[in-house]
């Protein structure tokens, strides 16, 4: 029998109900990504995990919205990027960090906040449905991110030259999957591990064919330690 799939929304309320710390500490591993992506964006700043204070409070801020997540504040990852941001000013505040800078920055946070949800919120229901079309889904692609960097970085160099060859992206446009020989003939790369990351190399060559700004700087900030 086929596992059944839940979202990302619906995992967060079933950790709070069914009190599953080994998930949700699955979930923050999973969406470490994303905590780096949204701190970066914050401090406007590269962001060092083993150094950065900002980073663990960051990473405490997803561990509270996931407690006080509820299904009418939208999709759990806008709402989290919303808390992380308020727990890191309130933390630079605290520290009097560039308290100056930070001022002109709390008084156009509500609107910025405001744009980031929409946004945000926009791409990922688009992209959730472009998905669809590709009989693919969002949690089951977080689920199988290359743990390796070496896996990872070489499934973003396959989707980088998939996506500057027009012939190619038309195909997969058409045939709604990945041309697993032939990208392994043309790019001289394992068959075997284009198979084994195929659903991976498709969602970031889809970020990038149907033009997700806010998630394609989101893969280009996870594959900025990837030589080129």
């Known amino acids: ?20 710390d080994d998930k949700r500490n699955t ?44 299904k009418d ?8 990027k919303v808390v992380i941001r308020s727990r890191i ?7 009097k960090i560039d308290i100056d800078e930070e001022k002109d920055v ?7 906040s405001i744009e980031d949800e929409v946004s945000l919120n926009f791409e990922m229901k688009r ?7 590709y009989n693919l889904s969002f949690d089951v692609l977080t689920e199988n991110n290359p743990t390796h960097k070496k896996t990872r970085c070489r499934c973003f160099s396959i989707a980088k030259k998939v996506v500057t060859d027009e012939s190619m992206v038309q195909w997969i446009k058409e045939k709604k999957r990945l041309p697993v020989t032939r990208l392994s003939r043309e790019l001289k ?3 075997r591990m ?15 064919i149907y033009d997700l700004d806010e998630l394609k700087d989101y893969i280009n900030y996870i594959g900025g330690d990837c030589d080129e």
């Open 194 to 208: 284009i198979k084994y990351s195929k659903e991976y190399i498709l969602s970031l060559i889809l970020v990038y």
């Open 73 to 80: 504040k939208g999709s759990f990852l806008t709402f989290s």
């Open 89 to 95: 000013l309130d933390y630079l505040k605290g520290k």
């Open 127 to 133: 992209f959730k449905k472009i998905l669809e079309t």
């Open 189 to 191: 790369a394992s068959k």
């Open 27 to 70: 979930i923050i591993d999973q969406y470490t990504p994303f905590i780096i992506k949204a701190t970066s964006d914050i401090l406007s700043r590269y962001i060092e995990v083993e150094n950065d204070e900002e980073f663990m409070i960051a990473l405490e801020a997803f561990n509270e919205a996931i407690n006080r997540y509820q």
């Open 1 to 20: 029998m086929a596992k059944t799939k839940i979202n990302l929304d619906e995992e967060i309320l079933d950790i709070q109900k069914n009190k599953k």
């Open 106 to 112: 709390r008084e156009t946070e509500s609107n910025e």
